[in-house]
């Protein structure tokens, strides 16, 4: 059995790396500058076991498509952020949400 997890992110409408991300992540000591944003086309659906979508039109648009028999899928309701605070909000919230998910894992 394999350990660990390869984390993919892509999303319905790619529009480029958030400065106001990248400075929340900073804020916690994560480079996230050289990311790029990736399409949903770009993601090998095949390997993939579970798919965390987290804004209302990703859950939407990602509910007509073909997955993967063994793709477990989760939404999280993340408000797409605005401000420098609603970016830290965000990150906090999602961070908690993975620990959770990575806990309820193990």
């Known amino acids: 059995m394999k350990s660990g997890f390869?984390?993919?992110s892509a999303g319905t409408n790619p529009e480029g790396l958030s400065s106001r991300a990248v400075?929340?992540?900073q804020e916690i000591g994560q480079d996230i500058s050289d990311q790029t944003s990736k399409h949903l086309d770009d993601v090998?659906?095949?390997e993939v076991d579970y798919a965390i979508t987290l804004c209302g039109s990703?859950?939407?648009t990602c509910v007509t498509m073909n997955w993967p028999e063994k793709c477990v899928r989760e939404h999280w309701p993340i408000a797409d952020p605005n401000?420098?605070?609603e970016y830290i909000n965000a990150r906090d919230e999602i961070r908690d949400r993975i620990k959770?998910?990575?806990?309820n894992m193990i």
């Open 23 to 25: 400075k929340a992540m």
């Open 6 to 8: 390869t984390v993919l």
């Open 100 to 103: 959770n998910f990575v806990n």
């Open 44 to 46: 090998p659906w095949k």
């Open 83 to 85: 401000s420098d605070d």
């Open 58 to 60: 990703a859950n939407e």
